[in-house]
Structures are given as structure tokens and as C-alpha cells.
């Protein structure tokens, strides 16, 4: 059924896209990508597009696959609806009521002129902003911050090297040591040279620490891929001459020898475009 405040939305039978900003805490979510037997944010937002249209079948795209256990405040996505909505603000508190709390709809608005093909959250995208709050502690961790902030080694960690691990992955670089195999992979993303615009990591105390990363575009876990290895020279796991060999092209992800960060201290900031 639909809710009592659907009537007041005037609309044509025309079809159109739209464009989103989504929020969630990724912690009860299988990722962001719909599978037939798992919670993901896009088989939420789905059911709340496909309860708004009666049933419609509602094409739905976002701009990065995060995995489970990911957060994200800026991720972007584009919707075909079967509509053209007049009151967007109003779809957009309609589509709140539907979703569970862990998933909101932050933006809905008219995609923006595509040109000769239609506006794509995906190819459109200009770069991403992603942070990643990690504590280095011997002891335990704020119980309050543990499904935000990975604890990532239980060992000192020299900030220095850390900040020097990172610099060293600022520039265009293949990453193809820092990708793992995506279980599907979308043709845009088959190229392994991406570039990373900028990485500083800030020291809050107490073990704690905050990375931004911007880049033009994420390989599959490329971002956890990188803090887990620049965390490995932080503890002197990994030599920063080892760290360059990686990021020369001439090695893949089985000669990577360090782990990835945990999923929990990653989120996506924004996704950056031109014209949204």
C-alpha cells in the first residue's frame, strides 16, 4: 500500500533519472551491491523505490560497490523511475519512512543533461573521498567506537613512517598489488592504474588515527589494501623499498604480503562530479 502523503505528489506517466546521495552504516549490510539472499543497501533502497511505484521494476545504480561492513555519508547512485516526480523533497521523506534506520536518502534530484548518453553515477564521477579512522592500542578499544574505528595492530606504530608509507602511494600509480579480484567486474573498472590525489594521515592520540584518502577512482578493497600496507610499515612489517616495488606495476596482489584493513574503519565521504 501506499502511504497516505502519496497522493499529494503530482507526476506524468514520462520516465526519467534521477540522482541520489545516500548515507549508511554499513554494519548489517552484506555490502552495497544486491544479492538474492543478503541484506545490501541496494536491495533496501529497491524495496522503497519498488513499494513507492506500485510494484514497478526500478533500475538502480550506485557509484562504488562497498563491501560489507563499509560506511558511507556521500555515496551517489542514479535511479530510472517510471515517473517524473514534481515534489522531489517530498519522494525523498517518503522514501525515509520505508527504509530501516541504518539507510537513509540524504539528496534526490533530477539527473543532471547527459549529453549524447544519460547522466551515469558511475562514469560520471570525477574522484571519491574516502576516510579511514584506525586505533593502534595494546589495550582494548572504545567499545563505542569499535564498529567505526578498526583496531588495527596491537603494537606501536611510528607516525612518521606511516605518513611516509602514505606519500609514497600520492601520484599515478598502477595498483594492481593493492586490487583484489572483484567477484564481478564492470568494464570501467578493468583498468588497474588509478590515481591518488592526495593521503595524509592526522594523529588524534591515544593510538587513534584518521587517513583521507581522494583519488580518481577505487579499485576492488584497493583503499584498505593501501592503509593495510602503509600500517605494516608504521610497525615495521613492511620496508618503504618493498612498499615501492608494489607500487611499481610489476606485482600483483598474491605478492602483496600484507593484509587488508578491516572493513569497519572505511567510509565513503563523497563522490565527487562536475554538475552534481
Not at 558511507?72 to 530510472?80: E, I, K, N, P, S
Not at 570525477?126 to 595492530?153: F, I, N, W
Request: aromatic share 8%; glycine share 8%.
Amino acid at each position: 500500500m501506499r502511504l497516505p502523503l502519496l497522493a499529494t505528489i503530482a507526476h506524468t506517466t514520462r520516465a526519467a533519472r534521477y540522482a541520489l546521495r545516500v548515507a549508511y552504516d554499513g554494519t548489517h549490510f552484506n555490502g552495497w551491491q544486491h544479492q538474492p539472499n543478503a541484506r545490501t543497501v541496494e536491495g533496501e533502497l529497491r524495496k522503497a523505490f519498488t513499494t513507492r511505484f506500485d510494484g514497478a521494476n526500478v533500475p538502480l545504480l550506485g557509484a562504488s560497490r562497498t563491501d560489507s561492513g563499509v560506511h558511507a555519508r556521500g555515496q551517489a547512485a542514479h535511479v530510472d523511475l517510471p515517473e517524473e516526480v514534481a515534489d522531489v523533497d517530498l519522494l525523498k521523506h517518503q522514501l525515509n519512512r520505508m527504509l530501516p534506520d541504518d539507510v537513509r536518502i540524504n539528496c534526490v534530484r533530477e539527473a543532471p543533461p547527459g549529453g549524447e548518453k544519460p547522466w551515469h553515477a558511475i562514469a560520471c564521477s570525477t574522484g571519491k573521498r574516502y576516510s579511514y579512522r584506525m586505533t593502534a592500542r595494546y589495550g582494548s578499544q572504545d567499545p563505542l567506537e569499535r564498529l567505526y574505528r578498526a583496531h588495527v595492530c596491537y603494537e606501536d606504530l611510528d607516525f612518521a613512517l606511516l605518513s611516509n608509507a602514505l606519500q609514497r602511494c600520492r601520484g599515478r600509480f598502477d595498483f594492481k598489488a593493492f586490487a583484489n579480484n572483484a567477484p564481478t567486474q564492470n568494464p570501467l573498472e578493468m583498468d588497474t592504474i588509478r590515481e591518488i590525489r592526495s593521503i595524509e594521515a592526522e594523529d588524534e592520540g591515544f593510538g587513534d588515527y584518521t587517513v583521507q584518502i581522494e583519488l580518481d577512482g577505487a579499485l576492488y578493497r584497493m583503499v584498505r589494501n593501501v592503509v593495510g600496507a602503509c600500517v605494516a610499515c608504521g610497525t615495521g612489517k613492511l620496508k618503504l623499498d618493498e612498499l615501492d616495488e608494489l607500487l611499481s606495476g610489476r606485482k600483483t596482489r598474491r605478492d602483496n604480503p600484507t593484509k587488508s584493513a578491516p572493513a569497519r574503519g572505511l567510509c565513503l565521504e563523497e563522490v565527487f562530479y562536475d554538475d552534481f
